[in-house]
């Protein structure tokens, strides 16, 4: 059975800390993704990686950073959380892209800041 | 930019097929499309793909026009369980750079099966 595990399903943090999300796949998957979801603004892809060290930016990388040092897991930082990253934050592997296969999503972490 | 367009909501009959469109005018030739859905909270979960021959599998059914311009997903006896957010995303099949593409999502539709 196929899995992404996302460390914490529920998060409070305060404004001003450093924040670490964290994501592991085991399915040896080559691509990760990291996403927020806010009501009516659907998923938004923040950044993704397609190899161990590699990072790319995706729509919002503002105030986020990544971390890819082996291959089965992806974290996403919140170098000084702010009251706007407050959201669903939302974890996926899938294998190369030219095999068209598809995506799988971990269950996702509700980080609060306060 | 988005991709695709789909509505912002729909409605269904539960035992009726449920029909959900997504306009993807700017596809390239290289690329898949692609439909997932998000039950409330729950992960985004793979329905199905296709370039441009129809797709069935045991969830669904994927028909895209031959322009490949537009596509429509059918679940062909909707269930309550099948409330859900739905959608329709393109991905390219190869990056001759190597790399990968960000799989990027939109907004999605909102289906809702009623009794």
């Known amino acids: 059975d196929v899995k992404v595990t996302q460390s914490s399903r529920y998060l409070v943090k305060r404004t001003g800390e450093k924040v670490f999300l964290e994501c592991v796949q085991d399915?040896?998957?080559?691509?990760m993704f990291w996403y927020r979801q806010d009501p009516g603004l659907g998923l938004r892809l923040i950044y993704f990686?397609?190899?161990?060290?590699?990072?790319e930016k995706g729509d919002i990388p503002e105030g986020y950073s990544v971390s890819r040092e082996k291959k089965e897991r992806f974290s996403l930082i919140l170098e000084s959380a702010s009251t706007n990253q407050t959201s669903m934050y939302l974890c996926?592997?899938?294998?190369?892209?030219?095999?068209?296969?598809?995506?799988?999503f971990g269950q996702g972490t509700r980080l609060t800041v306060v | 930019d988005a991709k695709t367009t789909q509505p912002t909501s729909m409605d269904c009959a539960e035992g009726r097929a449920a029909n959900l469109p997504c306009n993807h005018s700017?596809?390239?030739?290289?690329?898949?499309v692609y439909w997932y859905r998000q039950i409330h909270s729950q992960g985004p979960q793979y329905i199905i793909h296709?370039?441009?021959n129809n797709e069935t599998n045991e969830m669904a059914s994927l028909i895209i026009t031959e322009d490949r311009k537009s596509s429509t997903l059918i679940l062909p006896h909707a269930t309550l369980r099948d409330t859900a957010v739905y959608y329709c995303?393109?991905?390219?099949?190869?990056?001759?750079?190597?790399?990968?593409?960000?799989?990027?999502f939109g907004k999605g539709t909102h289906l809702i099966i009623q009794p």
């Open positions: 996926a592997s899938s294998p190369p892209t030219g095999m068209n296969t598809e995506a799988f």
């Open positions: 296709g370039l441009k």
């Open positions: 990686s397609y190899d161990v060290k590699m990072k």
């Open positions: 700017t596809i390239s030739g290289n690329e898949y």
């Open positions: 399915m040896d998957h080559e691509n």
């Open positions: 995303i393109v991905r390219v099949g190869f990056l001759s750079g190597g790399g990968a593409d960000g799989l990027t």
